[in-house]
T-cell receptor
Framework: GAGVSQSPSNKVTEKGKDVELRCDPI?????LYWYRQSLGQGLEFLIY????????KSGLPSDRFSAERTGGSVSTLTIQRTQQEDSAVYLC????????????????FGPGTRLLVL | AQKVTQAQTEISVVEKEDVTLDCVYE???????LFWYKQPPSGELVFLIR??????QNEISGRYSWNFQKSTSSFNFTITASQVVDSAVYFC?????????????FGTGTQLKVEL
């Protein structure tokens, strides 16, 4: 079946502009995660959605970052007033379940969106 | 807090050599999961293996094998008879059930270069 898909693949924007990144999880996966990969910080957790529960936003670096997940499927990560330090690869992952344990919580990653803020 | 250390930043080997990638983790949780992911030049993180903290059996899958030792908090990964296609960045990751929520804590990765 299809894996996690993300769009756009690449995004170049100017400092101060808002950007939206999209993630389509694997069909049937109830848990969705956003991570950021940058040269200086490595792979960092941003936010986690599980079904209809309140998301775990503990990894969001500032209030310029927000994410939503509509209908329990597609998710959008929004960065407002982008800064140059936001330049990174944004990775989305999904798992069959969140806290079920076992194979159900293995996270499968998409190809990422490469964001460059000029 | 959780921490994963991959001390090897870059390893270069010649094809057909065996290579071991080291991973050391820190957590106070008694229940946790360990993972290895591969990131080829295309950028996508590919899941390789998941291990539970209560299962210390080593595992072999084709040319890949994993050595999990709780006594030393290590989860090392060995590629036997390496091939050029194994060239990638390999990440070790930890999910601590109680203290880490549902996030994965990643190491900084090991860049493996397999040359002819």
């Amino acid at each position: 079946g299809a894996g996690v898909s993300q769009s756009p693949s690449n995004k170049v924007t100017e400092k101060g502009k808002d950007v939206e990144l999209r993630c389509d999880p694997i069909s049937g996966h109830t848990a969705l995660y956003w991570y950021r990969q940058s040269l200086g910080q490595g792979l960092e957790f941003l936010i986690y959605f599980q079904g209809n529960s309140a998301p775990d936003k503990s990894g969001l670096p500032s209030d310029r970052f927000s994410a939503e997940r509509t209908g329990g499927s597609v998710s959008t990560l929004t960065i407002q007033r982008t800064q140059q330090e936001d330049s990174a690869v944004y990775l989305c992952a999904s798992s069959l379940a969140g806290l079920a344990g076992g194979n159900q919580e293995t996270q499968y990653f998409g190809p990422g969106t490469r964001l460059l803020v000029l | 807090a959780q921490k994963v250390t991959q001390a090897q930043t870059e390893i270069s080997v010649v094809e057909k050599e065996d290579v071991t990638l080291d991973c050391v983790y820190e957590t106070r949780d008694t229940t946790y999961y360990l993972f290895w992911y591969k990131q080829p030049p295309s950028g996508e993180l590919v899941f390789l293996i998941r291990r539970n903290s209560f299962d210390e059996q080593n595992e072999i899958s084709g040319r890949y094998s994993w050595n999990f030792q709780k006594s030393t908090s290590s989860f090392n990964f060995t590629i036997t008879a390496s091939q050029v296609v194994d060239s990638a960045v390999y990440f070790c990751a930890l999910r601590a059930v109680q203290g880490g929520g549902n996030k994965l804590t990643f190491g900084t990765g090991t860049q493996l270069k397999v040359e002819l």
